[in-house]
Nanobody, 125 residues
Framework: QVQLVESGGGLVQPGGSLRLSCAVS????????IGWFRQAPGKEREGVAC????????FYADSVKGRFTISRDNAKNTVYLQMNSLKPEDTAVYYC??????????????????WGQGTQVTVSS
């Protein structure tokens, strides 16, 4: 059973940076894709960044492309989301999620069946 625990959220000023971490209680071979989603108050949850098992297989939402970077440290079983040039509209609860049961294309945002509890990111001056 893959379990996910996020950390690293907080309050940051516009233009600042944060790095979120997702500790995974499994191995890369235990899931197909892993990604970050976010949900702002009154809005639907949206995909932010994700990666497949293959090195270099990453996909980003247009709204964060060039500002956010997803990465993985296999030795630590941890996935990161480096967020730079943060904007107030990036304020949301950020969730780490994994595709475990069935394969889906990495750019589909589909099939995520294991979720962390979320971590709050607030961008405000």
């Amino acid at each position: 059973q893959v379990q996910l625990v996020e950390s690293g959220g907080g309050l940051v000023q516009p233009g600042g940076s944060l790095r979120l971490s997702c500790a995974v209680s499994g191995y890369v071979s235990d899931y197909y894709n892993i990604g970050w989603f976010r949900q702002a108050p009154g809005k639907e949850r949206e995909g932010v960044a994700c990666m497949g098992q293959t090195i270099g297989s990453t996909f980003y939402a247009d709204s964060v492309k060039g500002r956010f970077t997803i990465s993985r440290d296999n030795a630590k079983n941890t996935v990161y989301l480096q967020m730079n040039s943060l904007k107030p509209e990036d304020t949301a609860v950020y969730y780490c999620a994994a595709v475990v049961t069935s394969w889906w294309p990495v750019n589909s945002w589909e099939g995520y069946d294991h979720w962390g509890q979320g971590t709050q990111v607030t961008v405000s001056s």
